[in-house]
């Protein structure tokens, strides 16, 4: 399954020590330990996988005053806003997040939320527009409850939502299967962790050739083959050179790439290579820009601009031709 992963979110429910805390009130209530047990190793799977490839992270806590003022003057009588004040939940630091969990300084933390849904009262939906999300991932507790209510009105609202099974918990079996089975169909999709985890990224083409770029400017060899396609043409400036087959020549596959990549370690030392502008479609990519090597046999330095032209299948690089100022080239190698 590939998503693009600019218009898709995380969103955690309830990620806070009166779920997850050593003290936890509602924990007692599960029914299921190894359901809620499970829920929680597989959360932090899903949420650093999340981060790993880039996806938003929204997370919807639910926090209320010491006085629950904000279900009214009187104590409610009916539905959670009774029950909650009738056993004196979510109060001091069962509220905070818990520390598997805690937000990073550039994930969003939902407020304003009052009710079960995370669109209630909040400016859940505002994120998720202004941020041009469409597809959600949700996780959180309880399944049949705040993770359902969210699930639902999301739909309604019109996003693509999908429920990460085994990475939320009811508080029994029964109620879990029931959502599962006759609630989860009218309202979007299921997937488990295991699937989540194998969401990729679906790159743009300039985006895979400059993620390529940036793992070789590191020198990271290896991450820039995770980059190309096993069966890889890669044209360094000519087809074939009989005078200069140590500058120019036609490599395929992964091995034979790896090898010239060690090989121009051998003849140059680079002090500078930039990607000054590139065009792109779907799978094509044209990028200019600019490079500055020593030449090691004789210390000159060759500095010149340089355009390549890369083709795209299946979010790797399957073809790569590189173009760069060869009269100078062969000048400077041979002063």
Not at 257 to 270: G, P, R
Request: net charge negative.
């Amino acid at each position: 399954m590939k998503i693009d992963i600019k218009k898709s979110a995380l969103v955690l429910i309830e990620y806070q020590n009166e779920w997850l805390g050593e003290d936890s009130k509602l924990e007692h209530l599960m029914k299921d330990k190894k359901q809620f047990e499970e829920s929680k190793i597989n959360s932090k799977k899903v949420l650093e996988h999340g981060r790993k490839i880039g996806m938003s992270i929204i997370h919807i806590p639910f926090i209320v005053s010491s006085d629950y003022k904000e279900f009214g003057k009187e104590k409610a009588k009916l539905g959670l806003r009774a029950v909650i004040q009738k056993v004196n939940t979510w109060q001091g630091k069962s509220k905070d997040f818990h520390r598997d969990f805690l937000p990073k300084e550039d994930e969003f933390i939902v407020s304003g939320r009052l009710g079960v849904s995370g669109f209630a009262g909040s400016n859940l939906n505002e994120i998720l527009r202004n941020n041009g999300i469409e597809n959600i991932f949700l996780i959180g507790y309880a399944t049949n409850v705040c993770v359902e209510s969210t699930f639902r009105e999301a739909h309604d609202k019109g996003y693509n939502t999908y429920v990460i099974s085994d990475a939320t918990s009811a508080f029994s079996k029964e109620q879990k299967e029931f959502f599962e089975v006759n609630i989860v169909h009218h309202f979007g999709a299921l997937l488990d962790t295991k699937e989540f985890l194998y969401l990729q990224h679906k790159k743009l083409a300039h985006e895979i050739v400059l993620d390529y770029y940036k793992a070789l400017s590191t020198g990271d060899i290896k991450e820039a083959l995770t980059l190309v396609d096993d069966n890889i043409e890669y044209i360094a400036v000519k087809d074939t050179s009989e005078t200069y087959p140590e500058l120019y020549g036609t490599y395929h596959g992964k091995s034979e790439l790896t090898n010239f990549f060690k090989h121009l370690s051998d003849f140059y030392i680079t002090e500078d290579f930039r990607v000054d502008s590139f065009a792109s479609n779907k799978d094509e990519a044209f990028i200019k820009g600019y490079l500055k090597y020593k030449i090691k046999r004789n210390d000159n330095i060759y500095d010149t601009f340089w355009m390549a032209y890369v083709t795209i299948k299946d979010g790797k690089i399957l073809t790569y031709r590189f173009f760069k100022d060869t009269a100078l080239l062969e000048e400077k190698y041979n002063y």
